[in-house]
């Protein structure tokens, strides 16, 4: 949510910005492995604020069990929502411009 402020902090434009994601369900979907991987690489920092330990994630079994539980509910998954950004810097004008 600061990422806006955050071009404007570097002395960029304000970005134009999109927000998306998707929701799937089935056996087939990736986003549990997605979601899988995404816990494998913040376990070191769960682990070292007391959120989750490797152990209780079992995170060499999370997509399979996500899968299983989604599929049996016959539900759905959604991963992170996934944001984009881009700026352009405005062209210059003048006689610095055109040497």
């Known amino acids: 949510m600061k990422l806006y402020q955050t ?6 434009p304000g970005p134009q910005m999109i927000l ?11 986003t549990y492995s997605y979601i ?8 070191p920092m ?3 604020f007391g959120v989750w330990t490797a152990t209780e994630a079992g995170v060499d079994t999370l997509a399979i069990r996500m899968r299983d539980e989604v599929v049996a509910a016959r539900g759905v998954v959604a991963p992170p929502l996934q ?3 881009w700026t352009r810097l405005p062209q210059e004008t003048g006689p610095a411009a055109q040497s």
């Not at 071009?7 to 960029?12: E, K, R, S």
């Not at 899988?36 to 376990?43: D, K, P, T, Y």
Request: proline share 0%; net charge negative; charged share 15%.
């Open 20 to 30: 998306g994601g998707h929701i799937e369900g089935g056996s087939d979907a990736f």
């Open 83 to 85: 944001i984009g950004a």
């Open 46 to 48: 769960m682990e070292q």
């Open 7 to 12: 071009f404007l902090g570097a002395g960029l």
């Open 36 to 43: 899988a991987e995404i816990v494998r690489s913040l376990m």
